[in-house]
């Protein structure tokens, strides 16, 4: 099966609804990009996508810190 080419546009409209983590999920994302993609991008793609799950479930199991938490360690990381 031959897909159909996608602009970026089109893309963009289409993208959020790629939300599962399954092999069909990626097989799904790779049907959302465009066709001309470089194996970088799509890679990169593919990543964050992994990224963005592992978050979703992170706060689904409850790991998560509060604000006040985030900021004091970022000031540490942001300290001269």
């Known amino acids: 099966m031959q897909r159909g080419r996608r602009s970026h546009e089109e893309t963009s409209r289409t ?3 790629c ?3 399954s092999q069909g999920g990626g097989q799904r994302l790779l ?3 465009p066709d001309d ?3 970088e991008d799509i890679q990169y793609h593919i990543d964050a996508r992994q990224k963005i799950e592992r978050g ?3 706060i689904e199991a409850g ?3 509060s604000e006040a938490e985030f900021e004091a360690k970022m000031s540490k990381w942001l300290e001269p």
């Open 15 to 17: 993208r959020g609804h």
């Open 19 to 21: 939300h599962d983590s």
């Open 31 to 33: 049907e959302l990009l």
């Open 37 to 39: 993609l470089s194996l």
């Open 56 to 58: 979703l479930e992170d």
């Open 63 to 65: 790991r998560t810190i």
